[in-house]
């Protein structure tokens, strides 16, 4: 069965500075990955995905993400972080449905941000 | 509608009372999951609906578990005899036929006291 591990519960950063978010799966095939942002009160969105090719996936809001197959990692960045961008953040691994291009999410336990002005 | 449109936003129940959830995906979307987040928990996936196929439903942690999904559209998630540890937002996310994105709804914030 697959998993997702965020190991960093609770992170802070200045604004403007850089972002890493540590994401690591376990899946016994070709993963597919997401990364999803929940603001307080919202449901989550899509930031970006990685199904295959360049292991550099860009995504919305200036997110960037790179899938290391050795590791079983895939990192979500920023170069500058926006107070806005304060929310918590998903990791996910997908598990395809046959014929529905629909995934089975699992999610990690999520990484909640911090923004000091 | 929007998007995927949740109802109640939030729910106070008594232990022991039956509770439905409701769920209205985005108009055209044949893919439907419901998500369970607890506290600290991250999200759980209960089931998902897609089409006329039979629903996947490993997700749902026991039988007094249960949804439907009616005409292919909206569907309720029923939880009987609910007890505390239930206490939890329940999300419902809805894509596509071959899409992978799923756009979730703001979730029903359930509290059992």
């Known amino acids: 069965a697959q998993s997702v591990t965020q190991p960093d519960i609770h992170i802070t950063v200045s604004e403007g500075a850089s972002l890493e978010l540590r994401c690591n799966y376990s899946y016994g095939a070709t993963p597919y990955l997401f990364w999803y942002v929940q603001s307080p009160g919202q449901g989550l969105q899509l930031l970006l995905k990685y199904f295959s090719g360049d292991t550099l996936v860009q995504g919305i809001k200036g997110f960037e993400a790179e899938f290391k197959r050795s590791q079983s990692s895939f990192n979500l960045r920023k170069p500058s972080v926006h107070w806005s961008d304060a929310a918590e953040y998903f990791c996910a691994v997908g598990a395809p449905y046959s014929g529905a291009g629909s995934y089975q999410l699992t999610f990690g336990k999520g990484t909640k941000l911090s923004v000091i002005p | 509608g929007a998007g995927v449109s949740q109802s109640p936003s939030n729910k106070v129940t008594e232990k022991g009372k039956d509770v439905e959830l409701r769920c209205d995906p985005i108009s055209g979307h044949t893919a439907l999951y419901w998500y369970r987040q607890s506290l600290g928990q991250g999200l759980e996936f209960l089931i998902y609906f897609q089409g006329n196929s039979a629903p996947d439903k490993s997700g749902l942690p026991s039988d007094r578990f249960s949804a439907e999904r009616t005409g292919g559209s909206v569907s309720t998630l029923t939880i009987q005899r609910t007890q505390q540890e239930d206490s939890a937002v329940y999300l419902c996310?809805?894509?596509?036929?071959?899409?992978?994105?799923?756009?979730f709804g703001q979730g029903t914030r359930l509290t059992v006291v």
């Open positions: 996310a809805s894509s596509p036929l071959g899409h992978s994105e799923a756009f």
